[in-house]
T-cell receptor, first 112, second 113 residues
């Protein structure tokens, strides 16, 4: 049973528009959430994170929103650029965990 | 430049043969991890190590073995007992298991024929 879910396997967005990637989790013990970006044949790279004590964290064009009551987080990319085309993994962990749990990923295509 | 090196990038093996994937880091990280990526399934944890000479099974450890004799190295052996070994394998490290920002290697694509 997946504890971290990304229900959209793929997403296409026009360059310059907003990309919204969604993630849901089932374990209420999770208190730290991360987004990783992965290009084909490369390892994932850390993008942005958020602690459960916050509901928003922003870094340049990337913003992560956390809704704890809904066990939902989202990554917003504004404006989207062709170089953002990649697979985005949502991940979660908690103080009682000794590992990070990854979601299945969403493949984002930004169309020029 | 500090980082994680996985070698080789592509590996082909015959069915029934054991194969060892290399992972080396010069980040002075205590914790190291092996993940497997399959289409539609994201990253699944195979094994992880919090410290030298210690390692724990992840979610899909069957058919795999690891060793952690040096802080810098965490090789993964895919044994003939692994039923479906063809996959993309990723090694990662972090300062400690309590630290969530992982640094990943560039991966090894293993194809068993």
């Amino acid at each position: 049973d997946q504890q971290v879910k990304q229900n959209s396997p793929s997403l296409s967005v026009q360059e310059g528009r907003i990309s919204i990637l969604n993630c849901d989790y089932t374990n209420s013990m999770f208190d730290y959430f991360l987004w990783y970006k992965k290009y084909p044949a490369e390892g994932p790279t850390f993008l942005i994170s958020i602690s459960s004590i916050k509901d928003k964290n922003e870094d340049g064009r990337f913003t992560v929103f956390l809704n704890k009551s809904a066990k939902h987080l989202s990554l917003h990319i504004v404006p989207s650029q062709p170089g953002d085309s990649a697979v985005y993994f949502c991940a979660a962990s908690g103080t009682s965990y000794d590992k990070v749990i990854f979601g299945p990923g969403t493949s984002l295509s930004v169309i020029p | 430049d500090g980082g994680i090196t996985q070698s080789p990038k592509y590996l082909f093996r015959k069915e029934g043969q054991n194969v060892t994937l290399s992972c080396e880091q010069n980040l002075n990280h205590d914790a190291m991890y092996w993940y497997r990526q399959d289409p539609g399934q994201g990253l699944r944890l195979i094994y992880y190590s919090q410290i030298v000479n210690d390692f724990q099974k992840g979610d899909i450890a069957e058919g795999y073995s690891v060793s952690r004799e040096k802080k810098e190295s965490f090789p993964l052996t895919v044994t003939s007992a692994q039923k479906n070994p063809t996959a993309f394998y990723l090694c990662a490290s972090s300062i400690g298991v309590e630290t969530y920002g992982y640094t990943f290697g560039s991966g090894t694509r293993l194809t068993v024929v």
